[in-house]
């Protein structure tokens, strides 16, 4: 059963940093494409960050370029998701997402079958 748990959320000031894990179970990493989501209160969800370990591809967001990162830990089943200068706008309830690919477009939400519960980010100015 694939199961996904995000965690790492919390309040952080404007400029600040926050380090999101996704512990994952029951498949993979070179068989399942990661993705990083974000929908924040009245918005739609968005796609911030996408890996695919097969081949190292990754996607981020415009909005988080340069600010973000995403990593593997294979040891660990885990993914993070390294968010430096955080900004308000980045206040969002945050998930992990696994298909079994191939996602031909990593911003899709609607293109990954696995969710895990989301970690609330909430950056004050």
């Known amino acids: 059963e694939v199961q996904l748990q995000a965690s790492g959320g919390g309040l952080v000031q404007a400029g600040g940093s926050l380090r999101l894990s996704c512990a994952v179970s029951?498949?993979?990493?070179?068989?399942?494409?990661i993705g990083w989501f974000r929908q924040a209160p009245g918005k739609g969800r968005e796609g911030v960050s996408y890996m695919r370990s097969s081949d190292g591809s990754t996607f981020y967001a415009d909005s988080v370029k340069g600010r973000f990162t995403i990593s593997i830990n294979n040891a660990k089943n885990t993914v993070y998701l390294q968010m430096n200068s955080l900004k308000p706008e980045d206040s969002a309830i945050y998930y992990c997402?696994?298909?079994?690919?191939?996602?031909?477009?990593?911003?899709?939400?609607?293109?990954?079958?696995?969710w895990g519960p989301g970690t609330l980010v909430t950056v004050s100015s």
């Open positions: 029951g498949f993979t990493f070179d068989d399942y494409e």
């Open positions: 997402a696994a298909d079994d690919g191939p996602v031909v477009d990593p911003s899709n939400w609607g293109l990954f079958d696995y």
